[in-house]
C-alpha cells in the first residue's frame, strides 16, 4: 500500500488476529482500493474509520450441544458476527459447514455491511452459523441441531435488532426448523428470519434472488462494457447450490448455454448444455452428489476434483461455491481460454493472486460484495412485506431486484470511472460502500 497509516493499520490487524486469514483477507482487499483515496480524506484518519469499520460491533460465540439419533450427546461451536448496525439492523445469513470458523464469519460480515450498503435498504451486517456439517444428517438430526442452536442465539436476534437469513447448509428447511423453534421460546410472531418458506410468510424470489441478480448484474456490465450480452456465450458455473441454480437458470433464459457445474467432489461437463431440471431434482430434491447427474442425461461426463471445472473452455466463469475456490492455478485456465468475465455469485470464492492475474489480463471481474447481492436485497422486501403484513407478486419483486442490481453496478462503474480506475468493479464498490458507510460513521458520533 501507498499510504503508511494504511500499512500500519493493516499489519496492527495482523499482528491482533495473526490466524484469521479470510478476515485479513477481506480487509486487504477493502484497503488496497482505499489506498487511491485516503489523502482526499482527512476524516478517514481523524475519525479513526478504518479500525472502526474493519473491527465487529458484537462477537458471540457459544456452545451447541444436541443429541444425535444414536443418542449420542453431540457438540459444535456456534458464532454470531454483529458486524454494523450503522445503517440498519444486523443483517446476513448463517452457515452450517464443518469449515465455518470465527475468521470465516468475521470475513463473511465484515463484506456483508458493505454488500448491504449498496441496497438502497436500512441494513447492517452481521454473519453467523456453525461448524455443524449437514451432509449425510437425518431430517430429524437437522431439527435437533437447529433448535439447540436457537436455543443460544434467540437471545441476541429481534426484527429490529439482528435478522439473519440462510446460506450454505442453510436452506428454506433449516430456517423453517430455526424460526418455528424462536417463536415458541420468545411467544412472537416476527419476521426475525428471512428466507422463510411462502406459507410462513417469506417473500417470493427469495430463492432464486442471489442467482437471478447475478445474472441482472453480468448482463448490466457485459452490456456497458463489452457491448454484447449472454447470449450464445458458454458458462462455467461453480457449486450446484441455492445460488449456482438461479444462476444458471437465468443464464438459460438469457440464450447463454451453462456448460459446467460442480460439487465438492466433482463436476458433470455437458457441452450442449446441462439439463437444469436434473441438477434440480438431484440437489433440491433428492439431496444427492451431483456424480449421478448421467443418470439423468447420459450426455453429461462427470470428473472428480471440482478445481478442474476451471479448464473448460468458456466465455464467462461464475465462482457459486465457496470462498478461495478460484486460484492462480485456475485462473491461468481461464487467461488462457481467453475468458470474458469472471463475476463472483460466492463470497470472496476469488484469492487475491487470481483477481490480480485477471486484472493484468483485462478480464472483467465482478465482485461478490456486488455482484450477489441480489439475496440480502430481496431479504430486505421479505422484511418490507412482514412490516405492511402484504406480500408481492413474483413480477414485481424480480423487476425490483433487476433494477436494484443493474442500479448497483450503475454506481460503482461510475464511482471507478470518476476516479480514473475505469472498468475496475473492486475498487468501485470498495470505495462507493466504504464512503457511505464513512459518512453513516461521522455524523452518528463516536459510539
Ligand atoms: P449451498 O449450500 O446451497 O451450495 C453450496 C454449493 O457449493 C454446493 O453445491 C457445494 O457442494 C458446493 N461446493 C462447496 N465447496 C465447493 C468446492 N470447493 N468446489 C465446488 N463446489 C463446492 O450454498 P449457497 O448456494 O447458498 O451459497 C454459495 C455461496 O454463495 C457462498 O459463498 C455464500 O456465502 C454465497 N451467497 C449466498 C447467498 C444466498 O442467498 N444463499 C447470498 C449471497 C452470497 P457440496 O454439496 O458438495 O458441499
Not at 439419533?69 to 456456534?78: A, Y
Not at 423453534?181 to 430463492?207: A, C, P
Amino acid at each position: 500500500m501507498k499510504s503508511t497509516y494504511l500499512e500500519k493499520q493493516y499489519q496492527a490487524f495482523k499482528e491482533r488476529y495473526p490466524n484469521e486469514k479470510e478476515y485479513l483477507q477481506a480487509l486487504h482487499h477493502v484497503m488496497v482500493s482505499i489506498d487511491e483515496i485516503i489523502d482526499d480524506h482527512p476524516e478517514y484518519q481523524k475519525y479513526n474509520i478504518i479500525e472502526r469499520l474493519s473491527e465487529p460491533e458484537r462477537l458471540i460465540s457459544f456452545r451447541v450441544t444436541w443429541l444425535d439419533d444414536e443418542g449420542n450427546v453431540c457438540v459444535n461451536r456456534g458464532y454470531r458476527v454483529q458486524h454494523s448496525a450503522l445503517i440498519g439492523p444486523y443483517k446476513g445469513g448463517l452457515r452450517f459447514h464443518p469449515s465455518v470458523s470465527q475468521s470465516v464469519l468475521k470475513f463473511l460480515a465484515f463484506e456483508q455491511t458493505f454488500k448491504n450498503s449498496l441496497t438502497g435498504l436500512g441494513m447492517g451486517g452481521g454473519k453467523g452459523g456453525s461448524d455443524f456439517d449437514p451432509k449425510g444428517k437425518s431430517d430429524r438430526e437437522i431439527m435437533t441441531f437447529c433448535q439447540a442452536f436457537m436455543r443460544e442465539l434467540f437471545h441476541h436476534l429481534g426484527e429490529d435488532v439482528d435478522v439473519p437469513a440462510g446460506d450454505i447448509g442453510v436452506g428454506q428447511r433449516e430456517i423453517g426448523y430455526l424460526y418455528g423453534y424462536y417463536k415458541k421460546l420468545t411467544n412472537q410472531v416476527t419476521g426475525t428470519l428471512t428466507g422463510r418458506d411462502i406459507s410462513i410468510g417469506g417473500s417470493l424470489v427469495r430463492k432464486e434472488a442471489t442467482g437471478y441478480g447475478l445474472v441482472y448484474f453480468v448482463e448490466a456490465a457485459l452490456k456497458k462494457i463489452k457491448d454484447t450480452s449472454l447470449e450464445g456465450k458458454k458458462v462455467i458455473i461453480s457449486g450446484s447450490g441455492n445460488v449456482a441454480i438461479y444462476a444458471a437458470e437465468k443464464v438459460q433464459e438469457f440464450g447463454g448455454t451453462v456448460v459446467a457445474m460442480s460439487d465438492s467432489s466433482g463436476f458433470i461437463h455437458c457441452e450442449k448444455g446441462v439439463d437444469l431440471e436434473a441438477i434440480k431434482t438431484i440437489k433440491e430434491e433428492k439431496r444427492e452428489r451431483i456424480e449421478t447427474y448421467p443418470d439423468y442425461d447420459a450426455r453429461g461426463k462427470y470428473h472428480e476434483d471440482p478445481s478442474k471445472m476451471w479448464e473448460i473452455d468458456a466465455d464467462i466463469a461464475l465462482p457459486c461455491a465457496t470462498q478461495n475456490e478460484l486460484d492462480e492455478n485456475s485462473v491461468k485456465h481461464l487467461i488462457k481460454n481467453k475468458v470474458m468475465m469472471v463475476a463472483e455469485g460466492a463470497n470472496m470464492p476469488t484469492t487475491e493472486k487470481a483477481i490480480e492475474m485477471l486484472r493484468e489480463s483485462h478480464i472483467l471481474f465482478a465482485p461478490g460484495k456486488a455482484a450477489n447481492a441480489g439475496g440480502v436485497l430481496v431479504s430486505g422486501l421479505e422484511m418490507a412485506q412482514t412490516a405492511q403484513f402484504d406480500s408481492w407478486d413474483f413480477d414485481k419483486i424480480n423487476k425490483r431486484l433487476k433494477d436494484m442490481m443493474e442500479s448497483i453496478f450503475e454506481a460503482i462503474y461510475k464511482t471507478a470511472k470518476d476516479y480514473d480506475q475505469e472498468n475496475d468493479l473492486q475498487f468501485g464498490v470498495n470505495v462507493y460502500s466504504f464512503k457511505k458507510l464513512a459518512h453513516a460513521m461521522i455524523i452518528q458520533g463516536v459510539v
